[in-house]
């Protein structure tokens, strides 16, 4: 496998966000290619009048047109073909976005000397915990010695805020009194975000609670209790903090609003932003339209002009090696993009055609789907739909959706008749547990209500979709319905 075919295939697996990674990369490294915004790539002129103050070689072939490379040439220098990823495409020229070609048209050269200020760049560099709470132990008026204290019980925290030092050990090691440890300590855990520094979990909802003005002795002997509460023994817990029920569902409530991981905020992974790689509108008569997001669209130009430019002025063999190779490959990632698009857009019309009814009616109407039938309907490998629906996303009336959340197992009818998504049978679950009152309906029940509805499900199928939905078993709702009845 040569390394353009990988570079092929990784491009069809990348996420928005690791694919603008790749092109800042190439960009880095290839002096032929540069990004350009749609509106201004569109503004420029045809290529045929860049290339009129082309100069060419006559010893070497790459000088000899003012046209790109065919494939061909491009496949045999690089010994590799496109074809080897997209067998099915066949070289196809098929409708897309109105601006995608603009995107990729080869613009004119002249990169501006400099670099030029990026907010974006200053705002994407997140302040970690330890310089958030360095800036509270400068304003805390802290003297040199427990301001020493304060960044020593700081370089102790773990990542989700929990201080995870022993006080002695901490008092020994820095030749102080362990009270002046605690003494700085309690500084510390004044400090925002609340709950930080605390030592175990209900320590660190009592330091959220203490900073809201809500710890009170009855919610003492509540944190006290945590594994009653995990337990849902909320008789228990009536008798052990003297409230009645109304009472302690406000307490629980409060405590579940609480944050037992507040250290995360300043978590060094980051979460990217999800940008939707397709578009999904209805048309007036009923059908649906499939775009590419244009946002989405890499905005990259080979700089043709600046190749003859320097290639003309270039007599150094090495040198022209070079220029030529990275026109090459500038050329192959501006092919390798616009397939990589075109497969995503095939892709996600199928999916849509197929789901149809989910789109128009909703989760219900989902309908069982694999790999297979869409690489079988658009006439495509299977293993390329699969890295087409990787980390791929679709903007609908209905909400935002992954690619894969389509492709959902088959679930025979109990009348033999249309197979149900599995997806649209957990959601049929879900409806039917919260709307059952106070007669709680147990596992075998819900089988027997989709076995009318003509679902034919197994009981130990019930039970992995209830468990997948984080859903308490008949027996927990029903013990935690009658605590809650309980005066």
Known sequence: MTPQLMQSIKLLQFTHAELEAFIDQEIERNPLLERRDAEEASSLPDDDSQTENSRKREDDEWFETDAPPTS????GTLDSSLENVFPDDNNSREPMAPDLAANWKSGQGGNGGGEDFDL??????QMTLRDHIGQQIMLSGLDPLHSSIAWDLTDSLDEVGYLRAEIAETAERL??????????LAVCQTFEPAGIFARDLAECLALQLKAKDRFDPAMARLLEHLDLLARRDFAALIRICGVDQEDLNQMVSEIRALDPRPGLIFSSGSLDTIVPDVNVRANADGSWAVELNASALPNVLVDNVYYAEISASTRNRQDR???????QSANWLTRSLDQRARTILKVASEIVRQQDSFFAYGIRHLRPLNLKTVAEAIGMHESTVSRVTANKYMATPRGVFEFRFFFTAAIQSAEGGEAHSSEAVRDRIRKLINEEGDDTLSDDAIVEILRRDGVD?????VAKYREGMNILSSVQRRREKRAQSAA
């Open 72 to 75: 061909e040439v491009m496949s």
């Open 120 to 125: 974006e760049d200053v705002a994407r560099q």
């Open 175 to 184: 030749n102080v009194a362990p009270a002046e440890v605690e003494r700085t």
């Open 321 to 327: 090696e070079f220029i030529s190779d990275c026109l």
């Open 457 to 461: 499900i197994a009981r130990r199928t």
